[in-house]
């Protein structure tokens, strides 16, 4: 596809279940970045992966939430036994690079959250 | 980690120029400086990147001064639709990814 795509695009689901968000990026692109919104708020970091290497886990906010990227293309976002805190939208963004000119990123729509 | 700081902020009136500086005092020498702007509801969309100087497409411009510590995106002639939060961002090489809280821009008729 043209751009990074994003599903669901919308989960309700209810507290103490799993689920997993999926993202694909934009073909080529060796960056993949997750965020989380709350409503009102920033952007906040959770995780980037350089192809299927995920250097850094420090920004997902507890053990419950995981991330996977498999063949340097579509990466999951799996959050277990989700708590109402955990309702936001989750954005994915692609890259073609991490560094240098080749930075911008191109973002989905999201997936909105909500647990009941 | 390259912080940076916006006002959290601003109104204008359509047709005017639009001013909205971040700070970065802690640029890298690899860092890049980018903006993006996102609407409600929507993921952020770039709207310009630059290194050093004077940057300029087709929707805005980029000034950055030779200690690159600040940059001012400056928005030609805003209107209504201009009306969004826009985040500075300065790239760490090979680091996190990271926004910070943004500036609300609100352009009234």
């Known amino acids: 596809g043209a751009g990074v795509s994003q599903s669901p695009s919308n989960k309700v689901t209810e507290k103490g279940k799993d689920v997993e968000l999926r993202c694909d990026p934009i073909?080529?692109?060796?960056?993949l970045y997750w965020y989380r919104q709350s409503l009102g708020q920033g952007l906040e970091f959770l995780i980037y992966?350089?192809?299927?290497?995920?250097?850094?886990k420090s920004g997902l906010p507890s053990d419950r939430f995981s991330a996977e990227r498999t063949g340097g293309s579509v990466s999951t976002l799996t959050i277990q036994r989700t708590q109402q805190e955990d309702s936001a939208v989750y954005l994915c963004a692609s890259s073609l690079s991490l560094t240098g000119r080749d930075t911008e990123a191109f973002f989905g729509q999201g997936t909105r959250l909500t647990v009941v | 980690l390259a912080k940076t700081t916006q006002p959290v902020s601003m109104d204008s009136y359509e047709g005017q120029e639009v001013n909205i500086t971040c700070s970065h005092n802690?640029?890298?020498?690899?860092?890049?400086i980018t903006w993006y702007q996102q609407f409600p509801s929507q993921g952020p969309r770039f709207i310009i990147q630059g290194y050093k100087t004077k940057v300029t497409n087709e929707v805005a411009s980029l000034f950055i001064p030779a200690d690159r510590k600040s940059s001012t995106l400056s928005l030609p002639r805003v209107s209504l639709s201009d009306t969004a939060v826009y985040y500075c961002l300065v790239e760490n090489y090979g680091q996190n990814f990271v926004f910070g809280p943004g500036t609300r821009l609100s352009v009234l008729p």
């Open positions: 073909s080529g692109h060796t960056a």
């Open positions: 802690n640029i890298a020498t690899n860092d890049y």
């Open positions: 992966f350089q192809g299927n290497s995920a250097p850094d």
